[in-house]
């Protein structure tokens, strides 16, 4: 990718840092889709995965490569660590890609190097040139990180990167790894690379950050400030931790600020020139996308994207807006693609709309997942008088996370009321076409049902999580269910939604059941060595 000062890259990792937000794992057909509404966003860079984590990681990243890398769409990148191992594994993967990259890391604070590697400083700067060097002579484009940049000694970080650069790096990043500096610094830290390292013209200036102390999106605009190029984010900012800088803020800061930033970029001041290549108007429908998939809420007030972002509670902001918009409004609700829908659908609408309508809110869907997908749409208009596109949204999520499923929910059936102790009959069918059938007793209906599911499914489990939700507004609107089951450390996340919110409770917990599951069956890459563990992967 050519280095061009007057742009900033988007590089997403919402499928890689992303996914390690707890309970947040997605099956290969959910990473697909959201990999496919990345492109139409027009994302430069698309993290798709740690190949060498684990088998299931490995063919995520080669199936998107194949499916997402065209030669017009983004660069696939893999991460790997500079292990020759990694490296060899994440080159097979991203190999059906057009435009690819491997993405490889070391620590390069004293505290890593002491108490991690174990390694000296001068160790770790022969093993950055060795696998910086080796990836180079697989791939045209390397991105080399040090990780824990944040908290490094500077002058020995400018040793690294020089050594990297040399080796082939065409991308340096500099992560803050533990959500540690703040803006001031972080600038600081990026002029000083750009000033002590006499080979950085060859090279793109990356930043990577956390957003422990919710300074991410700030840290990342000062970099930019002080010469970075490209951001690495993810979709609503889901992440270890408290997340990453989030894609939608950083964008949207870039567009609606862009005459502040262009003369850092070395731009006119008065230049409308975009800063990015992101189509803004596709930000909010990824951005539901991605919550549905993962089970990850996005909070009301959450900027850009939030449900309380484009709403006024306030009488002198209504009068205001009515007014005129640009009183109390900086973004324009349609420049992220929130509008009102174009196709209204009910019991009456046919195929070709439905699945035009799932087309604009970023969803394709195979023949056999479309047929079943709209049995379930005409089963819910029969139940609604009009179908919402949060309503169509938790139809696909669900069709979705049945992908790979070793349980699908039958039945589930319950009684309850005052004088009734709650009972719930619940039968599975498997993946390979047994039924299963329990009956057991709760505190509560869904709770008879949980206790029905676990006695079938026979997998110890801690249910951590519970929330229900209203999709939509009405007496009749779907229950949304989002829980989350902890095993062996692991969380595990669940997500269905219903009219009948037991329903919706059952379908959630299978899907979590399916997917840990899942966890547990993956099998080793190579026969003589396992898929890493939790504590092993990376901590960019």
């Known amino acids: 990718m050519a280095k061009d000062p007057g742009r900033v890259l988007i590089f997403d990792t919402t499928l890689r840092d992303g996914e390690q937000s707890p309970g947040a794992s997605l099956n290969l057909e959910e990473k697909l889709a959201i990999a ?18 684990s088998p299931g990681d490995f063919n995520a990243v080669q199936r998107i490569a194949a499916a997402v890398g065209t030669p017009e769409g983004p660069v696939i990148c893999g991460l790997a660590r500079a292990a020759r191992g990694d490296i060899k594994a994440c080159a097979e993967a991203v190999t059906p890609a057009a435009r690819r990259r491997i993405h490889t890391f ?13 390694k000296t400083r001068a160790e770790v700067v022969a093993i950055t040139a060795e696998m910086v060097a080796y ?13 824990d940049a944040g908290r490094s000694d500077p002058h020995y970080l400018y040793e690294v990167i020089e050594a990297a650069i040399r080796a082939g790096a065409t991308t340096i990043n500099i992560p803050d790894t533990v959500g540690y500096t703040t ?13 002590h390292v006499p080979n950085i013209d060859q090279a793109v200036i990356s930043v990577h950050g956390h957003n422990d102390l919710g300074l991410a999106v700030a840290n990342f605009l000062e970099a930019v400030k002080n010469g970075a190029r490209q951001l690495e984010c993810t979709i609503n900012g889901i992440g270890e931790r408290a997340g990453n800088a989030s894609l939608e803020e950083l964008v949207m800061a870039l567009h609606v600020r862009r005459a502040y930033f262009n003369p850092f970029l070395g731009r006119e001041a008065g230049s409308t020139e975009p800063l990015t290549g992101v189509r803004t108007e596709e930000i909010y429908k990824t951005s539901r996308l991605v919550s549905n998939l993962t089970g990850m809420a996005v909070q009301p007030n959450k900027a850009i994207v939030g449900a309380n ?3 006024h509670e306030s009488g002198i902001h209504q009068d205001g807006v009515l007014k005129n918009r640009l009183t109390y409004e900086i973004v324009d609700a ?7 829908n174009r196709i209204s659908l009910g019991k009456l609408s046919g195929r070709s709309a439905f699945r035009a309508r799932l087309e604009d809110l970023g969803y394709t869907l195979e023949r056999d997942d479309l047929d079943e997908a709209f049995a379930r749409f005409k089963e819910l208009a029969d139940r609604k008088r009009e179908i919402t596109d949060r309503d169509l949204e938790a139809i696909v999520s669900d ?29 599975l069918t498997t993946s390979d076409g047994a039924e299963l059938t329990e009956a057991a007793i709760g505190t509560g209906p869904v709770d008879a049902v949980y206790q029905a599911l676990n006695s079938l499914a026979r997998v110890p489990n801690e249910l951590v999580e519970f929330s229900v939700k209203s999709v939509t507004e009405g007496i009749d609107a779907m229950g949304e269910v989002t829980i989350r089951l ?28 399916n997917r840990l599951v899942h966890g547990i069956d993956r099998q080793p890459l190579h026969p003589q060595k396992a898929s890493l563990p939790v504590a092993e992967l990376p901590r960019l």
């Open 36 to 53: 496919h509404q990345l492109a139409r966003l027009r994302v430069d860079i698309i993290e798709a995965g740690f190949p060498f984590a």
């Open 106 to 118: 070391i620590a390069t604070s004293d505290i890593h190097l002491e108490h991690k590697l174990r």
């Open 309 to 311: 972002a484009f709403a």
């Open 486 to 513: 902890r095993h062996q450390g692991v969380l595990y996340a669940g997500h269905a939604a219903d009219t009948d919110i037991v329903v919706a409770a059952a379908q959630a917990f299978v899907h979590a059941l």
């Open 183 to 195: 803006p001031a610094e972080f600038g600081g830290l990026i002029a000083g690379i750009e000033a």
């Open 399 to 427: 069709q979705a996370q049945q992908t790979e499923a070793r349980y699908v929910l039958k039945l589930v059936q319950v009684s309850t009321g005052t004088n009734l102790r709650p009972t719930a009959t619940v039968t």
């Open 334 to 340: 349609r420049t992220i693609g929130l509008a009102d």
């Open 135 to 147: 990836a180079r002579s697989v791939v045209e484009d390397v991105e080399f990180s040090c990780e």
